[in-house]
C-alpha cells in the first residue's frame, strides 16, 4: 500500500466525506422506529450504524435481517457476566436436535467460483467433526438454509457483502435464506473472501454473533467505531474463547477483502456449542 502526505485541503475533503457518510447513516436510522431500536438495544445489537429499514424486517449490523417477530422474541441469556469485549458470542437460541445434518441450497445464478468458495466454507465446518453437518442440497424447498442472490449499491460508505435471516428459531432450526451481494459476488469477481463471508453468514445462521459486537473498530475501523451498549441480551459468552481480541476470527464483523480460515478460538466455539 502506497502512504501519501495529506494536504490541509485533502484531509477537509475526507472529513467532509466522513460527515456524509454519518448523515446517510443518520437517515437509514431516523426511518426505524424507536421502540425498535430501544428493542434491538435492550438485545445487545448496534444501532449507531448499520441499521435499516428493509421489506417486512430490518437490517442490524449490515447483515443481520431480523422481523419485528423476531426482535420481539429475543430473549435474555444465561450468565454472561463481566464487561463484554472482543470474545466469541452466540444467540440464546441454537440449533437443536443434534446430531442433524444441515440442508444447504446455493443459488445455482452464482459462478462456479462462487459455487467453489460454497463447497469450501461447508468442508471447513465438516472438518470440525462438529454434532451439525452441513450437505449441498441442489433442491432449494426443504433446505433448511438457502443462500440466494441480492443486489444491493454501496450506501453510508459501506457495501453489503452478504446477509442472514436473524439466528436460531425457539424451536432450534437455523435461520434462511443467506443473501450474497451479487454487486460485489459476481461472474467478473474472484474475491478472496468469498469463503470466509459464505462460512460467516452460515454462522449467523446457526447462532454465532459477531466476534467484535462490542468493539465494532477492532475489524471495522474507526468508521465501524461502537459499543453496543452495556445490555446481555442475546449475546452469551462461549466458555473457553478468548479473552482478548482474536485477529483473524471469520466472525469478526467486517471482511479485511482476504481468506480468513477458522481460528484455534472459531473453533473452540464452534465445538463448545455443537
Do not use: W
Not at 469450501?120 to 433446505?143: H, S, V
Not at 435471516?165 to 467478473?188: D, Q, R
Not at 481460528?263 to 456449542?273: E, N, P, V
Amino acid at each position: 500500500m502506497k502512504r501519501i502526505h495529506a494536504t490541509t485541503l485533502s484531509i477537509a475533503l475526507v472529513f467532509t466525506a466522513m460527515l456524509s457518510c454519518e448523515e446517510q447513516q443518520e437517515e437509514l436510522r431516523n426511518d426505524v422506529p424507536k421502540e425498535i431500536i430501544s428493542k434491538l438495544e435492550a438485545a445487545g445489537f448496534h444501532t449507531n450504524e448499520g441499521l435499516k429499514k428493509s421489506g417486512n424486517g430490518y437490517i442490524v449490523e449490515y447483515d443481520i435481517f431480523l422481523t419485528e417477530n423476531q426482535i420481539d422474541d429475543l430473549v435474555a441469556p444465561v450468565g454472561l457476566g463481566g464487561k463484554a469485549g472482543e470474545e466469541h458470542y452466540r444467540t440464546t437460541n441454537i440449533v437443536k436436535s443434534t446430531p442433524r445434518t444441515l440442508k444447504i441450497y446455493m443459488d445455482p445464478g452464482f459462478d462456479s467460483y462462487m459455487q467453489s468458495s460454497f463447497d469450501a466454507a461447508l468442508a471447513r465446518y465438516n472438518a470440525e467433526n462438529l454434532t451439525l453437518k452441513f450437505q449441498r442440497t441442489t433442491t432449494k424447498t426443504g433446505a433448511n438454509i438457502q443462500i440466494l442472490t441480492m443486489y444491493e449499491l454501496p450506501s453510508g460508505g459501506f457495501v453489503t457483502l452478504g446477509q442472514s435471516a436473524g439466528f436460531p428459531s425457539a424451536s432450534g432450526n437455523p435461520a434462511s435464506p443467506i443473501k450474497l451481494n451479487t454487486y460485489v459476488y459476481n461472474g467478473s469477481s474472484r474475491r478472496a473472501d468469498a469463503t470466509t463471508v459464505i462460512a460467516h453468514e452460515i454462522g449467523h445462521a446457526i447462532g454465532l454473533r459477531h466476534t467484535d459486537y462490542m468493539n465494532r473498530a477492532f475489524s471495522c475501523g474507526s468508521s465501524g467505531a461502537g459499543n453496543e451498549g452495556p445490555s446481555q441480551y442475546g449475546a452469551v459468552h462461549i466458555p473457553g474463547t478468548p479473552t482478548n481480541p482474536e485477529s483473524g476470527s471469520y466472525m469478526l464483523a467486517c471482511s479485511n477483502g482476504g481468506d480468513r480460515p477458522f481460528t484455534s478460538g472459531d473453533k473452540t466455539a464452534l465445538s463448545t456449542i455443537y
